[in-house]
């Protein structure tokens, strides 16, 4: 029996906490303006990963307007985290946020596309989050590994995109289908790839879960 539906989410959500007033109110603000932000199932799973893993440095790909930034910074007090966005509008609400939060003296925000700033970090990173572009997720995987530690997590968040990666018949105008072959690749290529070992789960719009090998 498939238990996913939308009886099930809306459960879960309602069982959701924020970390505090500050975070649930950048939640509201961004949900009711329609910003892109994680989903509240995807950041529970997200941030007890990181408690389990309770990373030093931490490497983020697509930062909005800094929310789960901000969101692993409360989580992790003693990491040091880079987060990178390659629009200059959500660049600089992200680094207000951040600031507001009292968070930017242990998150940089760096601005460019992900695949040029990538080129530019020296690592290492024992956590990695990437939430850009879908079309380029194999680029920002293959650019970001050689800069992590020989254990590191990679979750990578909307890999499944609204059920579009499994079918087209979710995308029924066909305006997806360079996203949806992209993707399609890079969850073939992530789950058989020798250097890691690689979950993908149903959680949120989809989250692949991947620890590198040593």
Same mark, same amino acid.
């Given at each position: 029996?498939?238990?996913?539906?939308?009886?099930?989410?809306?459960?879960?959500?309602?069982?959701?906490?924020?970390?505090?007033?500050q975070?649930a109110a950048?939640?509201?603000e961004?949900?009711?303006?329609g910003?892109?932000?994680?989903?509240?199932?995807?950041?529970?799973?997200?941030?007890n990963?990181?408690r389990?893993?309770?990373?030093?440095?931490?490497?983020?790909?697509?930062t909005?307007?800094?929310?789960?930034?901000?969101?692993?910074?409360?989580?992790?007090?003693?990491?040091?985290?880079?987060t990178?966005?390659?629009?200059?509008?959500?660049c600089?609400? %992200?680094?207000?946020n951040?600031?507001?939060? @009292?968070?930017?003296?242990?998150?940089? =925000? #760096?601005? &460019?596309p992900?695949?040029?700033?990538?080129?530019?970090?020296?690592?290492?990173?024992?956590?990695?989050?990437?939430?850009?572009?879908?079309?380029?997720?194999?680029?920002?995987?293959?650019?970001?590994?050689?800069?992590?530690?020989?254990?590191?997590?990679?979750?990578?968040?909307?890999?499944?995109?609204?059920g579009?990666?499994v079918?087209?018949?979710y995308?029924?105008?066909?305006?997806?289908?360079?996203?949806?072959?992209?993707?399609?690749?890079?969850?073939?290529?992530?789950?058989?790839t020798?250097? %890691?070992?690689?979950?993908?789960?149903?959680? @949120?719009d989809?989250?692949?879960?991947? =620890? #590198?090998? &040593?």
């Open positions: 029996m498939n238990i996913t539906n939308d009886k099930v989410t809306a459960y879960i959500d309602g069982l959701y906490h924020p970390l505090n007033e975070l950048l939640r509201e961004a949900e009711k303006a910003v892109p932000i994680i989903l509240r199932d995807t950041e529970t799973f997200l941030l990963l990181l389990i893993r309770k990373p030093l440095t931490i490497l983020e790909i697509g909005a307007i800094g929310y789960s930034a901000a969101c692993m910074a409360v989580t992790c007090p003693s990491s040091r985290i880079i990178i966005e390659a629009d200059a509008q959500a600089m609400e %992200a680094r207000e951040l600031e507001k939060m @009292g968070l930017s003296d242990r998150v940089e =925000v #760096l601005y &460019g992900g695949q040029v700033v990538l080129d530019q970090l020296l690592g290492p990173f024992d956590f990695v989050f990437i939430d850009a572009s879908k079309s380029h997720y194999r680029t920002f995987w293959d650019k970001a590994v050689p800069l992590c530690c020989s254990d590191a997590m990679i979750i990578c968040d909307n890999v499944l995109m609204k579009m990666t079918s087209e018949e995308d029924p105008r066909q305006k997806h289908k360079t996203h949806i072959r992209n993707l399609r690749e890079f969850l073939t290529y992530i789950t058989q020798n250097c %890691a070992d690689t979950s993908v789960l149903p959680i @949120g989809g989250v692949s879960f991947s =620890v #590198l090998r &040593g």
